[in-house]
Structure formats: structure tokens, C-alpha cells
């Protein structure tokens, strides 16, 4: 595809993300053309085509029937990832689709042979690796400021707003709140360091009352080790509720020569006072686990992508180790034990 060339875009999912996040990101983004929104729920498609102008489906298969469809975002519950991005990339369509890369290692590999049998590209939305503020930190990283990272510390707190009946707590379909949030973290571990971890181990528990029911964990601790270096993180959907913006992130890296310390108080940097509802924190941003803006850069860069035929900053086999953690935390999770890599 010639550079300067404009991309059709047909988004698959209209739910939180796909309406919060990538929908409104290509408005800004000069490149692409959003033409179809797709949603099993007819509301929600009519009210995404409402507001962009694209056409609604309820069928994505329609969507990907259309021929001047060129590239896809796939914004759905993890459980259906690999299928839709398989029938699209079938259908020579190239695939921006949403983290985690899939909810069994299986489905990721069958992903993977996809793409290599298509010739059409695929990036898994890791938006961390696009948030402007863990990039100056990467940067930061490979410049040498804090010399070689030994130690990362991570905490991701909240209190998840969704109905008991969300796709995110049922265990087959978003996997808890490991494979859901923890998956940022272990990306960002393994971007971080550089290196692939070797063990993983993890003690989680069922907090809430709607994981208890759905059989998932809501609350867990992490411990990556790899090969000069360990990562321990906290991800939570029990805190209570209200909680989260300026207390939602933490980040420490310790260095063989220093250290960089982040709080995440961009989300809601103000505290207003008033008699009536006392202290309150405004939010700024709608997501606490990245800003608007991220998700721009991610669409743009993964467009760009396309356009010039380069290969994403997010590669297959980086979104496939960050799942490969994840779902090992998982598992040790359950077993009590720990998981070699």
C-alpha cells in the first residue's frame, strides 16, 4: 500500500473499550476512514454508527464481507479474540485487536499461523507501550538514567464497576482479574527488563461477592523472575469502591545505579473541596489504566504500520509471552505452586 494512502476501518465490539476508547480515537487519527461498527447488541452498533457515521452490523461476518475494508479493530470479550481475528485475517484483513492476544495459549498460536498464512498483519493492543508516561520511562530505561533494572514494583488497584454478569469475571471468557489486568503487567515487566521471564508464581484470592460467585479471582500478587531481574505486582478489582485515580497506580524500578518512582495522579491530578460532598477527586481521564490519548498513538502507529509495511512495535511473539505469564500466574494461582516458563 502506497505511503499517503487512507486505511477503511470496521470496528468489531462496541462495548466499554471499543466505545470509550477506539472509537473516538479515530477521529483524530488523519489516516483512516471508520466505516463499519459492529455489535451483537443493535443498540449499541446504531448508537456507535450515531456517532462516527459508519455503517452498523450485528454480524461482524457482514462487516468482513465488505471488499474496501482494509484493516480491523477487534474491541470484544477475550474468549472470542482468536476467532474473529482468525476470520478476518482470512478474509485479508489486517487486525488491530485488544489485549490479552487470546484466552488459551492454543488460541494465540492458531492466531500467529494465521497471520503467516494470510500475509496481512496483526498487533495485539498493548496500549501501555503507547501511554506517553511509561514511554519516557522506557526511554529512560535504555538510556542507562538508573543503569541496568533488577527490581520492578507494580500495583493496580480499583474497584471493577461492571455487573456481576460481565464477561470479565466469568473465568472462560476474560479470565479474572489476572489474565485481564495482569496481563499489563506482566507485558510491562518483560518490555521493561528486556528479557523473557523463567518462573511465575502468584497467590490470588476471591474477594467480592461477584468473584466468589463467578469463580474468579478478583485480588492477587504476583512474582516474575527472570534472568536479572524480578517483578512483583499487585492487581485488584476488591479495593473499595471510589477507590482508584490519583491511588490507582504504582510504579517502582530499581536500577543497579538508581531509581524511577511513578504515581499515576495524571487520571485525576485536582482535589476539590465542598461542604456538600466534602473531598472529591475529578476524573480527567475515563480509563485509570491509560490515558485517551494512548489509544491514538496506538491506532496511528499500527496504521502507519500498514501503510509503509513495517512490522508493529508489538509483536506477535511479545503479546504471545505476555499471555504465556499471565495465564502462568493463573495457574499457579490455583495450584499454590510455582510455574517454570
Known amino acids: 500500500m502506497a505511503q499517503g494512502d487512507q486505511i477503511r476501518v470496521g470496528l468489531i465490539g462496541c462495548g466499554n473499550i471499543g466505545m470509550g476508547g477506539h472509537l473516538p480515537a479515530y477521529a483524530h487519527v488523519p489516516d483512516v476512514e471508520l466505516v463499519g461498527v459492529c455489535d451483537v447488541i443493535e443498540e449499541r452498533a446504531q448508537e456507535a454508527a450515531r456517532l462516527s457515521g459508519a455503517v452498523p452490523y450485528v454480524d461482524y461476518r457482514e462487516l468482513l464481507e465488505r471488499d474496501d475494508i482494509e484493516m480491523v479493530d477487534i474491541c470484544l470479550p477475550t474468549d472470542l479474540h482468536a476467532q474473529v ?3 478476518a485475517l482470512e478474509a485479508g484483513k489486517h487486525v488491530l485487536c485488544e489485549k490479552p492476544m487470546a484466552h488459551t495459549l492454543e488460541a494465540a498460536r492458531a492466531m500467529i499461523e494465521a497471520v503467516r498464512a ?10 501501555r507501550r503507547f501511554d506517553h508516561r511509561y514511554a519516557s520511562i522506557k526511554a529512560q530505561l535504555e538510556a542507562g538514567r538508573v543503569g541496568k533494572p533488577v527490581f520492578i514494583r507494580r500495583a493496580e488497584r480499583q474497584f471493577l464497576p461492571f455487573p456481576p454478569d460481565a464477561w470479565q469475571w466469568d473465568p472462560k471468557r476474560g479470565g479474572g482479574v489476572i489474565l485481564d489486568i495482569g496481563v499489563h503487567v506482566t507485558d510491562m515487566f518483560r518490555w521493561f527488563f528486556e528479557e ?8 490470588a484470592r476471591s474477594v467480592r461477592e461477584t468473584a466468589r460467585t463467578a469463580g474468579s479471582f478478583d485480588h492477587a500478587m504476583l ?3 527472570f534472568p536479572k531481574g524480578v517483578g512483583f505486582a499487585e492487581i485488584s478489582w476488591a479495593y473499595p469502591k471510589g477507590f482508584g485515580g490519583a491511588l490507582y497506580a504504582q510504579l517502582d ?26 473531598h472529591e477527586l475529578p476524573r480527567y481521564f475515563r480509563f485509570m489504566s491509560t490515558t485517551e490519548y494512548a489509544f491514538e498513538e496506538e491506532i496511528r ?14 509483536s506477535l511473539e511479545d503479546a504471545y509471552a505476555a499471555l504465556e505469564m499471565a495465564l502462568a500466574a493463573q495457574r499457579s494461582a490455583e495450584t499454590g505452586e510455582p510455574v517454570r516458563l
Open 301 to 314: 502507529h499500527f496504521v502507519r504500520c500498514v501503510l509503509e509495511d513495517k512490522e508493529p512495535a508489538v
Open 118 to 127: 494470510n500475509g496481512v498483519k496483526l498487533m495485539i493492543g498493548h496500549v
Open 223 to 225: 512474582t516474575c523472575k
Open 253 to 278: 524500578i530499581v536500577g543497579t545505579e538508581g531509581k524511577i518512582s511513578y504515581s499515576d495522579k495524571d487520571t485525576n491530578p485536582m482535589l476539590a473541596y465542598t461542604p456538600e460532598k466534602g
Open 85 to 87: 481475528t482468525i476470520a
Open 196 to 203: 523473557d521471564a523463567v518462573e511465575v508464581y502468584a497467590v
